[in-house]
């Protein structure tokens, strides 16, 4: 997989995303994300907190690692346009990266100003919330790929899989959309341990329930919708394409969607615990990155067979 010292930095990249997204459902959590009062990108006012409280540790520490994260893509898109030529592909997914990472720090800024966090009840918390979710997703997507490519992954190719793309694409917004919910979902058990909304967290839901609560019931209900989705993109990747890799790769993406399932039934067990969440969180984002491999994969430019790349190259040699 590590072909290059490019691409190991890019692999540890995604995963040390990956850990700055679980403390940032840490965060949110516990609570903290007022820990900074609304002052951004200062801490209540100071580059450094002084005698910080608990919370406001919690929240300056993610700010602190988000801003490593921020400098390990821009580093990723310096050298990305080093070592490769214009137009490749891992400089256009390099640009993706970067793109995404500065509309992160957009959003969660907006969030902090906005005053959007701590047992803020608002409608408008949860829209933005499940925006950031979505940019959150499309970072990962896009600095998987700058690693797959990277590592030798071909491009992809949606001439002639075009009913591939359209399969693969659905997965992918309802992957996305189960992602956003489920975070939305997280915000209300966080808003009812915390007392910020009424019931408790064991209520049962009904109409006259906080728009929050209501809610709860959507994540479920779209997460096994899209976990037999998936089995369904699998039957269809497994005829299209014959490769072991991508068959092995797509039932992995059905049992990794049902493992999800089976924690999120854990996770309402157990009243949503901090840890539980932060499980169900990290599940999520691997099933988010097998399906972006998934897809990379199975509408990848096709190899050529021994027998056709003389055929090729002959061609190529002909004067027009």
């Not at 209300?188 to 209501?214: E, Y």
């Not at 209900?221 to 991508?246: C, D, H, K, W």
Request: glycine fraction near 10%; aromatic fraction near 8%; hydrophobic fraction near 55%.
């Amino acid at each position: 997989m590590f072909r290059s010292r490019f691409a190991a930095f890019a692999w540890a990249n995604v995963g040390y995303n990956l850990l700055v997204i679980m403390w940032g459902a840490f965060v949110r959590a516990t609570g903290s994300g007022a820990g900074c009062g609304d002052h951004w990108p200062l801490c209540d006012g100071q580059v450094i907190p002084r005698a910080p409280s608990i919370e406001q540790m919690i929240e300056f520490s993610h700010r602190v690692t988000s801003g490593l994260a921020l400098l390990g893509t821009v580093a990723l898109l310096i050298w990305a346009f080093r070592k490769f030529d214009r137009g490749h592909v891992v400089r256009r997914a390099a640009v993706a990266s970067m793109f995404f990472m500065l509309l992160e720090a957009l959003v969660g800024a907006a969030l902090v100003l906005f005053e959007l966090v701590g047992t803020n009840t608002s409608l408008a918390r949860a829209a933005i919330l499940a925006v950031h979710l979505i940019n959150t997703f499309l970072l990962i997507a896009a600095l998987t790929l700058t690693a797959w490519w990277a590592s030798g992954g071909k491009p992809i190719a949606f001439r002639g899989n075009r009913r591939m793309a359209w399969l693969l694409g659905i997965g992918l917004v309802g992957t996305a959309l189960v992602g956003s919910s489920g975070g939305v979902t997280a915000l209300g058990d966080t808003l009812l341990q915390h007392g910020a909304l009424p019931g408790g967290i064991d209520q049962a839901i009904t109409g006259s329930s906080h728009p929050l609560v209501q809610m709860r019931v959507i994540h479920p209900v779209l997460g096994i919708l899209v976990g037999l989705y998936t089995l369904f993109i699998a039957q269809s990747v497994n005829a299209m394409r014959r490769e072991p890799a991508t068959r092995r790769l797509a039932w992995g993406v059905v049992a990794l969607f049902f493992i999800q399932i089976l924690l999120g039934g854990i996770n309402v067990s157990l009243k949503a615990p901090v840890w539980m969440q932060m499980v169900h969180l990290l599940m999520a984002d691997l099933v988010w990155i097998c399906m972006v491999l998934l897809s990379a994969l199975a509408l990848a430019v096709p190899s050529e067979t021994p027998a056709e790349e003389p055929v090729r190259r002959r061609a190529a040699a002909e004067p027009a």
